[in-house]
């Protein structure tokens, strides 16, 4: 009988904290074993020359979201997951939208029907409060925190979704009360409205506005009221998807007075920038996503955010939508104007390669901090630690084997998620995610799924280490 099933051997192996070289032995999907010779195992994978890393793990990402009339998420969870394990992952963390007038717990129940049996990788959710009703505030939200579904997204915009500051407050009192993690979407409505508003009034609808009627200073003071709000409240904050340096001015403020503020920063905020919006007819609407990427100097304070700290997590903010298709991108009404181009752009089988190539490979950020930036941050934000996030004995094999000397060009045919495009094509990408195993089986391989469909399963969350 062999003592493994399965020997990762002679790989470079690198956690948040360290980097080492030695073999590690799997059984039942947990690393068992971390030495030089261990023995037999039913399969042995030679990583010899390779980095082996904690499987990332991808806290952002929205699939099979309903997404307004006549739009359809290019998304479901087989795809998204296919996508997601091709490109390094192991986990993603996707958002149960609260449906107006339904009960949460029936929002939550469809989001599980949708993936049940569908995913590759594992899977847990966030709960989006878009409606904070007396009984949500009172029972559902407590109930459903006990039950693992431990934070929750807020939005300061959008029509059906934008909560005033009250409503804020009501919901960080339950935060506070269960130790729920409060995740904000931060940028101010009135501002886009009224920008919307004067743009269409003066013709200018074409997608590249979308970045015009969100401006810096909307995302800034947006930050500023939902931290002022935290303070007030006494509750750890996650701002998500930060862009600019003036948010981040006022999360390292906060940092600096020891509140726990948290923010997050996406692929598109480093690689992106508003020009990109500027495309021939509705090509621009490619990058439409909020908030909207900046400029130059916008992404060097994403990346001084990342390697200073102020970052602790690098997420995909995946929301995907086909581009030449009716019911995505181009979408009638959105020819009309950008306020009705769906809103988001897909990523999450890009993000480890765009941050291990730009990052590490340029020598931006160490593979350390990659690791804490994409994997074991997520892992103990999100209350999935110490099972996840980490290559040690006893957490679950979540582990993806990197081939740090590939050189390629970017495509969408790379990612092969159910969108028709990505938004980073034609980068020049060095290292590649060539194995990935989740739970001690290889998902993906070489460009390929190896595993069942299923294969990936719900995790049931603890309390975030930070709340
Ligand atoms: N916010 C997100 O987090 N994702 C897509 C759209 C949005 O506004
Ligand atoms: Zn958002
Ligand atoms: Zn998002």
New binding site residues.
Partial sequence: MTQFDTIISGGRISTASDTFHCDIGIRDGRIVALGEQLGSAANVIDAAGKWVLPGGIDS?V?VSQPSGEGIVMADDFESATRSAALGGNTTILP?CTQESGVPLRESVKAYHAKAEGACYTDVAFHLIISEPTESVLGQELPALVRDGYTSF?V?M??EGLALSDFQMLEVMAVARDTRALVMV?A?NYDVIRYLTDQLERAGSTAPRFHATSRPIIAEREATYRAISLAELSDVPLMV??VSNREAMEEIRRAQQKGLKIFAETCPQYLTLTADDLDGLNMEGAKYV???PPRDAASQLACWEGLQQGVFSVFSS?H?PFRYDDPQGKLVPKGRTSFRWVP???PGVGARLPILFSEGVIKGRIDINRFVALTATNHAKMYGLAPRKGTIAVGADADIAIWDPQIEQTLTHAMVKDGSDYTPYEGMRITGWPVTTLVRGQIVARDGRIEARKGHGTYLKRDISQYA
């Fill in positions: 952002h929205h958002f997204k939005f915009t959008y979407h940028e998500v998807h996503c909020s908030p903010d929301c809103n988001g752009i």
